[in-house]
């Protein structure tokens, strides 16, 4: 059985980075309202609002009512200075305010708070601007991402937050455009497209705005695209410099401020054949960048290579492939490379180094005076400590259990498991493409020195491309993403899956890299973390809590329901006395929608929500939406099983990323195994061949699959309902008939 399931993890697991694209009818009245549909902002005057620059931004820690940025300050520590929600006063706190968003799907972002007023992006990049001591909406923004651009993504259509900068908002635009609003009104200042649009170019990110700048990265490298970070003028949009983390295809110069280093050693590392010169190479920057004001420099978590396999990507090369998987500091005011650190020399196995970078001050100079370091916990699962001024390597301990590296040389390099490297059979991978720790944010406490990581622990099997056999998959990363899954499988193997499955709310101490304490979770895709001046740790689940733990112990002080899966981080915030505890609820991202079998099954679509929290609170949650739909085949059993294999195929290539492994929907997109399309050829093919549903973000497939294959996938879904049936998971239509009566 177990060899059976890491096997079939293997594929499941592939998927890890899913996305998709689709939207849910609004439930608010103004649903359909057009962007900046603004109104007056309860603020006095529009030109007060907002007024956040460089300087104050770097007095964060003197302003703890604040929360400035995505990740509360430039040193993106994830640590409040507040202490009025404390151990004593855990056990008063209530729901305060409750605020629904307009859109259905994955929601990741921290909301900013400054002088009163919460900016927090939801799915399909919208913002809202609220009140936040009422949740009264003072604006919605809604830069109508298109439902064919919603397909482009890896990992839903989720947007983890803004930048507020001198009485402006600044959102990533899914589509890839940088968009600056108007703080007071929400009114479109200036909108720039940063990517090259025909490409499967994505913006998940929250830019980062100082010195009269803003910055973003992008997203696509499960798609093919060459990835960068760019900085425009705040007030007008225009470029001011771009970084790219991966050569030019031709090796020639982008006039860009990385053109010197790649002439100089980054071209080197490439070779000059293979699906990189094609399809950009990847090392996309997606989500980390940290601005570090005291060395005046930018640094940037690249990510994985595109194609992932290093044999399709660069197949006569052999060298580290730089900057992928890379910690990159550059100059915040021309873009030039300052230093860099490569945390997966050649990445192989997806392990980005985008996740939260995190810069303090640590007793690990000489005599245990207090050094400036750059913090992170990437994909592979060692915990990086380097100089911030420097880039030189400090420490690299595992913090998750691993199985590619057998450890690190003096100067961080891995040293590599051979069988890592060469996919030997049999091997199975720790840490998988979902990494031991990935978007979630991690914080750190200056007070208790210790970092909190929403670590995972998620297996991986990768299977090479069989070149007989090529899979039409619209994702290119260069391995076979239905390599050794079976069609049909016995009762239980889905739960024996689910258990090899895990995760947990680590307490790192980074001086000594080891382990404080740890949280164990039943499953993985847990939230990101706050930390507070009160000794205090605060993290949500995926089932839809919110939990407080004692920052030295990890004892569990807190709790209270959410009401909606949930797996972003929680934030804080003070105003009139009375601090906020607040977060976006709602989930989706490539965790909630691929893993259904691992965490739920029975989750419902439902619109984005923020909800707070504080002491006193009398407020009500909103009710949890139940899923509606019944759990029964649609139709008869259609075709062989050489049809449904061809169907898991090209099911595991093309639908599981939004619909879920084995078929297995989370409940947040259409599970196809209860859909009545299913039942139906005509109307199947409405969708899957014509693109009924584009708008919504489910796009035609008939470029990708011939009609032979989008028949063999209805075949493949029917025979699954029909063996959840079997497995006794689910109920013949006719029992459920039987039963009614
Ligand atoms: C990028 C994400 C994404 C991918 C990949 C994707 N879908 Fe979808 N699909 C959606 C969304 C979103 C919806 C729901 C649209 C709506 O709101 O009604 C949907 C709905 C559907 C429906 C209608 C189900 C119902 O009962 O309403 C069918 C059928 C379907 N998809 C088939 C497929 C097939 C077959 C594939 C693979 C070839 C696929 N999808 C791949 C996002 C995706």
New binding site residues.
């Given amino acids: 059985m177990v060899k059976y399931s890491t096997k079939l993890l293997g594929l499941a697991v592939l998927s890890v980075l899913t ?6 009818a609004a439930t608010t009245a103004s649903a359909d309202q057009p962007a900046a549909a603004a109104t007056e902002t309860s603020a006095a005057n529009s030109a007060d609002v907002a007024q956040v620059d460089t300087a104050r931004i770097e007095s964060a820690a003197r302003q703890p009512e604040q929360w400035m940025t995505y990740s509360g300050g430039y040193e993106e520590q994830r640590h409040s200075g507040l202490t009025t929600i404390n151990r004593d006063t855990l056990s008063d706190l209530g729901v305060g305010w409750t605020y629904e968003m307009r859109k259905t799907r994955g929601v990741e972002a921290t909301p900013v708070v400054v002088d009163g007023v919460m900016y927090v992006s939801g799915s399909w990049s919208v913002v809202y601007a609220l009140d936040a001591t009422t949740g009264a909406e003072l604006w919605v923004y809604d830069p109508e991402v298109s439902g064919q651009d ?2 482009k ?1 890896c990992c839903d259509v989720v947007n983890r937050g803004l930048a507020v900068y001198q009485g402006k908002v600044f959102v990533g635009v899914f589509d890839g455009r940088l968009e600056a609003l108007d703080a007071a009104t929400g009114e479109l200042l200036w909108s720039t497209v940063t990517v090259d649009q025909s490409k499967p170019y994505t913006i998940t990110g929250a830019p980062r705005a100082f010195n009269n700048k803003v910055i973003i990265g992008n997203g696509g490298a499960e798609l093919g695209v060459r990835g960068y970070v760019t900085a425009y003028d705040t007030d007008t949009g225009e470029l001011a410099w771009r970084f790219y983390a991966t050569p030019n295809p031709e090796k020639k110069p982008d006039g860009a401020a990385s053109d010197a280093i790649f002439a100089e050693l980054a071209n080197d590392t490439w070779g000059d054949t293979g699906a990189w010169t094609t399809d950009g190479g990847g090392g996309t920057a997606w989500d980390s960048m940290v601005y570090d004001p005291v060395n005046n420099q930018v640094v940037i978590g690249f990510g994985n290579g595109s194609p992932w396999n290093d044999n399709v990507r660069d197949p006569e090369g052999n060298g580290d492939n730089l900057f992928l998987s890379s910690i990159v500091a550059v100059d915040a005011d021309t873009g030039a490379y300052r230093w860099h650190f490569q945390t997966t020399p050649r990445d192989k196995w997806d392990y980005t180094a985008t996740q939260g970078i995190v810069i303090a001050d640590l007793p690990l100079g000489e005599n245990g005076a207090d050094r400036r370091v750059v913090m992170q916990a990437p994909k592979n699962g060692f915990f990086y400590i380097l100089d911030a001024a420097t880039g030189q390597f400090i420490s690299g301990n595992p913090y998750e259990l691993q199985t590619w590296a057998t450890g690190l040389t003096e100067e961080g390099r891995p040293i590599e498991n051979p069988d890592a490297r060469n996919l030997a059979p049999g091997y199975i991978a720790l840490p998988g493409p979902m990494g031991a720790h990935n978007w979630h944010p991690m914080a750190y406490s200056p007070e208790t020195q210790l970092a909190y990581i929403p670590a995972n622990r998620v297996p991986q099997g990768y299977g090479d491309l069989n070149p007989d056999d090529p899979s039409n998959s ?1 994702w290119n990363i260069g391995y076979d993403l239905a390599a050794g899954l079976p069609s049909v499988y016995p009762k239980g193997t889905l739960e024996a899956i689910s258990k090899e499955i895990s995760g947990s709310l680590l307490a790192w101490d980074p001086v000594a890299g080891k382990p404080a304490w740890e949280v164990p979770h039943i499953t993985t895709g847990n939230g990101g973390i706050l930390s507070t001046a009160s000794g205090l740790v605060f993290q949500n689940t995926l089932m839809g809590e919110i939990v407080a733990y004692d920052a030295r112990t990890g004892e569990r002080l807190w709790s209270s329901p959410l009401n909606n899966p949930t797996s972003a981080p929680v934030m804080t915030y003070k105003v009139n006395g009375e601090q906020y505890l607040a977060t976006a609820t709602g989930v989706g991202s490539s965790w909630g929608l691929t893993y259904g079998f691992a965490w739920s099954e029975q989750a419902a679509p439902q619109p984005g929500k923020v909800i707070t929290f504080k002491i006193g609170g009398t407020g009500e949650l909103p009710a949890s939406v139940l899923p509606s739909v019944a759990r029964t085949p649609k139709g008869e059993a259609i075709g062989d099983d050489a049809v449904a294999l061809l169907g898991m195929k ?2 595991a290539d ?2 599981q ?3 879920g492994g084995l078929a297995v929907s989370s409940g947040v ?2 599970d ?1 195994r209860w ?4 039942g139906n050829e005509a109307a ?1 093919d409405t ?2 061949r014509d693109g009924l ?1 584009t708008d ?4 035609s ?1 008939a470029d990708h ?1 011939s009609k032979e294959e ?1 028949d063999a ?2 075949a493949y ?1 029917l025979q699954q309902a029909w063996l959840a049936v079997a497995n006794g998971d689910a109920q013949a239509p006719s029992t459920v008939a039987a039963s009614a009566q």
Avoid: D, K
């Fill in positions: 996305a998709c694209g689709g939207e849910q919603a397909a993504g619209f090209r099911f093309n639908c990323f939004c619909h997109l259409p196809l859909s009545a399309y299913a199947w969708i899957v549903l919504r973000g489910m796009v497939f699959l989008t996938i209805r879904v």
